[in-house]
């Protein structure tokens, strides 16, 4: 394990509350890019939700990253390996192409995983962390931030990308960020 993936690590079990994780690590599609690793947290923040966080979106460059770089979290109500997948494909695909700015929206041809429909993710402010608490600090002055993908189904991005992210969140049929079997809000 290299010193930056290693300090990573012990910099979000610290910020976990001393959260234990598996580290796996998946092929980078860009042969000029390191390989994406996922921190896999069980549990985490809260019993039945498993957190994962990347490790290698960082590595990339984006003309809209000025002050730091981003690298994301995903916290779902699964035990799905999945889910851990299919955010390291999204990163894989468009790292070094897109900034995932909040509000963004990332989607994939099929389902992530057949226990839900959804196909893609949308970027914005971590759910159980304050601003704050987003922000590492690296050696070599590296500022990492992160960045919650939250799963949608397909009809959900249109209603992000023409009404905004606060109107997504604030449906009424939008109850919990983590229910990977929630309601489609494109269908209501």
């Known amino acids: ?21 598996e580290l796996k690590q998946v092929t980078s599609l860009d042969e000029k890019l390191p390989s994406i690793h996922l921190f896999i ?18 590595k990339a460059t984006h003309p809209k990253w000025h002050f730091g770089r981003p690298e994301l979290i995903l916290s779902v109500e699964s035990e799905k390996e999945e889910w851990a997948t299919a955010l390291a494909t999204v990163v894989n695909e468009f790292r070094g192409e897109k900034s995932f700015a909040n509000g963004s929206v990332y989607s994939l041809e099929k389902p992530f995983c057949y226990e839900s429909g959804m196909t893609g993710f949308v970027m914005y402010v971590p759910s159980f962390l304050n601003q704050e608490e987003a922000i590492f600090e690296l050696a070599g002055n590296k500022t990492i931030f992160l960045t919650q993908a939250y799963p949608i189904y397909p009809g959900e991005a249109g209603i992000i990308l023409k009404q905004g992210f606060e109107s997504f969140w604030g449906h009424e049929k939008f109850q919990d960020p983590y229910d990977v079997k929630r309601d489609n809000i494109s269908e209501h």
């Open 41 to 58: 947290f069980k549990n985490y923040p809260d019993t039945g939700l498993v957190t994962i966080v990347t490790h290698g979106l960082s």
């Open 1 to 21: 394990m290299n010193n930056d993936l290693k300090h990573f690590g012990q910099l979000l079990t610290q910020r976990f509350k001393g959260a234990k994780f």
